[in-house]
């Protein structure tokens, strides 16, 4: 029998949330291990890097426009942009290049 | 040192918050294409606060998947997060409880971590339930109306927000990578990594991200360990 869409909802909720929760109650203390203090320094900027490229190029329509996209963005954040500048300009460079390439190319 | 507000958490949120609403939003259409109730599809982000998991998710319940395919499908794609978490715990101020934890964890996101993570000193109670308050309403809003209306807006427009949390990532990471070579270092270490593994591995994408990650942090930090991570 399949189960319900409540028990399939209850398994995914369940080990989602429990393997962000263990790790935040089980380490209370401060780590002051050099080697993992180290690896916990560069460890976001690794795990976004990974889930931005080559992710971004998929997430068009075109490869083109996510290239414009990250162009754009890596721009901006040089100059030293907020997120939030960063985020909606990128988008707006995706649109206009998408729609070049629709609608003049 | 200097505590940041709820106003200030809130204010971070913003970029998250509009991120959401478009990569939910198209959360909320392919739930509906899949054949589930739009309760269904709210249900599903309200309680799971996650992206790929989700997207893994709905075939899993749609195709009558078994309960060990979905608790072993989520567990490798959203095992990222136990690192995340690892990191976060490291940068909570002191006056964050035991509940505050278990109610944090629930909207511990890629971004949410990410923003969390960038800021210069550790982050209060009140700084983190700003931070993560806009970004649940988000995506939670944004698959409702995604699944509600998904089919009037034009695709373009669509395919464009989908880069926003791409570009929030590199807006959090290309400063840094600025001002230390050594993260500047890392990244590429840890792009490269990412492309060989997705061009030429059938890994799934789950364990993708932590490899690379586990791999890239960790040559760094043999070969450019932190002086001076404590504040």
Sequence with gaps: MTPNFFIYLLVMAGVTYLVRVIPLILVKKEITNKFLLSFLYYMPYAVLTVMTIPGIFFATTYTA????????????????????????????????????????? | ???????????????????????????????????????????????????????????IIVGGGTLVEMAVTQLVINLRYALMSVSLSQKFGSDISMLDRLIIAFVNTDEVFAVASGKEHKVSRNYMFGLILLPFLGWTSGTLIGAVAGNIFPAVVIASLGVAIYGMFVAIVVPVAKRDKNVFICVIIAMILSCLFNFLTKVPSGFIIIICAVVASTIMAIVAPKEEVKE
Excluded: H, W
């Design chain 1, 65 to 105: 426009s996510a290239v414009v996209g990250l162009i754009v963005a890596i721009i901006l954040a040089l100059r030293g942009k907020g997120l939030t500048t960063v985020a909606i300009v990128s988008c707006l460079g995706v649109l206009v290049t998408e729609l070049l390439i629709t609608y003049v190319i």
């Design chain 2, 1 to 59: 040192m200097k505590e940041y507000t709820f106003k200030e958490g809130l204010k971070d949120g913003i970029p998250i918050c509009l991120g959401y609403l478009s990569v939910s939003f198209a959360f909320g259409i392919f739930c509906i294409q899949s054949g589930l109730s739009i309760i269904e599809a709210l249900l599903i982000s309200a309680t799971n606060v996650t992206s790929a998991g989700q997207l893994a998710g709905v075939p």
